[in-house]
T-cell receptor, first 112, second 114 residues
């Protein structure tokens, strides 16, 4: 079983739809990262959160530490949101080494 | 733009050859991590360098080695290339090595081994 599991693997939406991507993890963590990867390959960090909720523009990330689950929401989706969204957790707990364990990613395609 | 650059962007090698990939971190970032991403998969941790010393390693054989230099640049070297080494190689720099640090990724080097 992978330590970080994402669902769905692929998601197609119409412009304007509300989108939810889910991430579950099996290890104890200090924080969880949501990242965005465009077709060219570059990865951009969207959020790092350890509790509650964070919002940036149309993106909202939530985490439930007890349930070991996080969600990434996109409101009023737009074709430029099309990308792979990846959930990742640090291998160690707070204070220890910060290399990341990644999920396989969710490929989002938003149609106009 | 994350301020992290990688070179080359693309590379084709043949089995058995050696390759060096380069990464330039953000100024002041003491930590660089290298990841391998096979097609359709999430990145896998190769190793991390902190202040020019290896600071952790994933499940990769010794033919994967690295260096970090005082000028915030680093290298990933792979000897005796195998077909399965074909992947996108990503470096990520962070201010420090801890688990609460944001990592800033480079655009990656796409390696094809024939």
């Amino acid at each position: 079983k992978n330590e970080v599991e994402q669902s769905p693997q692929n998601l197609t939406a119409q412009e304007g739809e509300f989108i939810t991507i889910n991430c579950s993890y099996s290890v104890g963590i200090s924080a969880l990262h949501w990242l965005q990867q465009h077709p060219g390959g570059g990865i951009v960090s969207l959020f790092m959160l350890s509790s509650g909720k964070k919002k940036h523009g149309r993106l909202i990330a939530t985490i439930n530490i007890q349930e070991k689950h996080s969600s990434l929401h996109i409101t009023a989706s737009h074709p430029r949101d099309s990308a792979v969204y990846i959930c990742a957790v640090p291998q160690g707990l707070r204070g220890s080494q910060g290399n990341l364990i990644f999920g396989k990613g969710t490929k989002l395609s938003v149609k106009p | 733009e994350t301020g992290v650059t990688q070179s080359p962007t693309h590379l084709i090698k043949t089995r058995g050859q050696q390759v060096t990939l380069r990464c330039s971190s953000q100024s002041g970032h003491n930590t660089v991590s290298w990841y391998q991403q096979a097609l359709g998969q999430g990145p896998q941790f190769i190793f991390q360098y902190y202040r020019e010393e290896e600071n952790g390693r994933g499940n990769f054989p010794p033919r994967f080695s690295g260096l970090q230099f005082p000028n915030y640049s680093s290298e990933l070297n792979v000897n005796a290339l195998e077909l399965d080494d074909s992947a996108l190689y990503l470096c990520a720099s962070s201010l420090d090595s801890g688990s609460m640090e944001t990592q800033y990724f480079g655009p990656g080097t796409r390696l094809l081994v024939l």
